[in-house]
């Protein structure tokens, strides 16, 4: 009867250790909320997978996690991926996320007529890219990549070319994954027949990208944008100076509309008033909008405008007309 009672008691024993250690190990590794990057990387194998999340101390226990792996038959549905995760998430709950390949995503909105820096800022405060990151990506030479790029002086960097719009991007993507994501929306708007009109008119994808980006600073609607595209590109022709506002501001970094004497002598590539042509690139990234109207610019007699205060085009065909509207809108 002892004997009976003594393995009973035995049983029992061994039936909580063996639960308890189920619930203790299936328990998450701490109350810590806090997220962190864990990448699985492709080629890695269950037993390296489960070691890492021990090591990061995300699960108790690397056995425990390789047993339930093997249970469930899920040791060939690992996805490579870069995910977050929390020690404050359950084994299980780690491993649905592992097998689905289950990563948070951000939706983001870059800005017609945003300049690198403007993005970089965003993509900061977004928490998805540092701007030092940012910088030395869109430094890099994407030309054999992506066939639009060629063209570009190796010189200069991406600006011009991520091209604004709404996306959802991975929070664990890097830097150069998601400016990657911005060239391939550049390279699916600017269609092949885009591309052969560009080429038609004997211009170069480079040449539309900036003066699409001198467009979106300089003006808001589209038959506006298409009447300067005409004006610029008019005066691109008979070597007068294009004059155009936004690139002195591009210059100097400020958030106005007045310009400066001093500020007209800068001596900088982008300086429109000071040396003719084209500014030495893009000065912003322009949208759809600004690019067609760079390809398709309304011909007029008109040979000067002007931005109002409240932001409206005024344009003229002499000087004179144009010195009285001065006058009259900017006084």
Same mark, same amino acid.
């Given at each position: ?18 639960? %308890? ?25 269950? !037993? ?9 101390? !995300? ?7 390789? +047993?339930?792996?093997?249970?469930? %038959? ?5 996805? +490579? ?22 990563? #948070? ?44 790029? &060629?063209?570009? #002086? ?5 600006? %011009? ?21 911005? !060239? ?33 600073? @300089? ?17 691109? &022709? ?14 100097? %970094? ?8 001093? @500020? ?15 500014? !030495?690139?893009?000065?912003?990234? #322009? ?45």
């Amino acid at each position: 009867m002892k004997r009976k009672i003594v393995i009973i008691l035995l049983f029992i024993f061994l039936f909580f250790c063996v639960f %308890g250690s189920f619930f203790y190990f299936a328990s998450p590794a701490s109350e810590n909320i806090e997220e962190q990057l864990f990448e699985v990387k492709k080629g890695e194998g269950v !037993l390296e997978i489960a070691t890492n999340l021990e090591e990061k101390g !995300l699960i108790k226990n690397k056995y425990f996690f390789l +047993a339930l792996v093997f249970l469930k %038959g899920k040791e060939k549905n690992l996805k +490579a991926e870069r995910y977050i995760l929390s020690p404050s998430m359950s084994p299980f709950e780690i491993l649905d996320i592992l097998v689905e390949g289950r990563v #948070p995503v951000e939706k983001i909105t870059i800005i017609e007529g945003w300049n690198l820096k403007e993005i970089a800022n965003y993509l900061e405060e977004k928490n998805l890219c540092q701007k030092e990151e940012f910088f030395l990506v869109v430094n890099k030479d994407f030309s054999q990549e992506f066939e639009f790029l &060629k063209d570009k #002086p190796k010189n200069l960097n991406l600006e %011009g070319y991520l091209f604004p719009d709404t996306y959802l991007v991975k929070r664990t993507a890097t830097c150069e994954e998601i400016i990657r994501t911005f !060239l391939k929306n550049f390279d699916k708007k600017l269609t092949p027949k885009l591309k052969e009109e560009i080429k038609r008119q004997n211009k170069t994808i480079f040449e539309i990208v900036t003066m699409a980006s001198l467009l979106e600073k @300089e003006v808001k609607t589209k038959e506006e944008k298409e009447l300067v595209a005409g004006i610029l590109w008019k005066r691109l &022709k008979v070597g007068m100076p294009l004059q155009v506002d936004a690139t002195i501001t591009y210059i100097t %970094g400020k958030k106005t509309i007045k310009i400066t004497y001093d @500020e007209l002598k800068i001596d900088s590539p982008y300086n429109t008033y000071k040396y003719l042509g084209l500014p !030495l690139g893009p000065i912003s990234n #322009p949208g759809m909008e600004s690019i067609l109207s760079a390809i398709y610019p309304k011909d007029s007699d008109y040979w000067y405008y002007l931005t109002t205060k409240d932001g409206k085009a005024i344009f003229s065909k002499t000087l004179k007309e144009h010195r009285l509207a001065k006058a009259k809108y900017l006084k």
